[in-house]
């Protein structure tokens, strides 16, 4: 019963959560959101590019998740998955967007809190999503950094997937 106005289901809706991002939308769902804002899906590349440009050290690929000290930077799961988790960063689920710091080249979020569908396939049915999310630890997943990909059904939903939109220039 979670749609992107229950994210948790029939007893939960989107009041107070208006600077969060927008989860529980398919391919589907989130194609025709950035048709209607008159965008588009990033491809992987132009989403891997964008989130390389701006991690804070290009030689470590998780510095867009963790400051050299280890204090987080995004919202990732801190503590061992699934067991603990010390909220370290401040959030067990989703994070406003933009709570925190915007990357090198003035992006937000581009790293952890929820991963995000581009608009390139990955295999039969499915569709690649980047950037990690909040369910991403060090030993579970280590998805937070700008090369990493995962395949995603079509058609399926969930409180750890969103998106965003790009508009060409011109």
Request: net charge negative.
């Amino acid at each position: 019963g979670a749609t992107w106005r229950t994210p948790e289901g029939p007893d939960s809706d989107i009041a107070g959560r208006e600077e969060h991002p927008v989860v529980h939308v398919s391919l589907a769902d989130a194609r025709a959101y950035a048709i209607w804002a008159g965008g588009r899906l990033p491809t992987e590349v132009e989403w891997e590019y964008a989130a390389s440009l701006g991690i804070p050290d290009p030689d470590k690929p998780a510095s867009g998740a963790y400051n050299p000290d280890g204090a987080p930077r995004a919202n990732t799961w801190q503590g061992i998955f699934p067991l603990i988790n010390t909220d370290e960063d401040g959030f067990s689920g989703t994070a406003p967007v933009g709570c925190f710091g915007a990357d090198r080249i003035g992006a937000y979020d581009m790293i952890g809190n929820v991963w995000e569908w581009t608009d390139t396939p990955y295999g039969a049915g499915t569709h690649t999503i980047k950037g990690g999310s909040y369910l991403c630890a060090d030993n579970f997943c280590r998805r937070y950094r700008p090369a990493a990909r995962q395949p995603e059904e079509n058609d399926f939903s969930s409180n750890h997937i969103g998106f965003r939109i790009v508009r060409d220039a011109g």
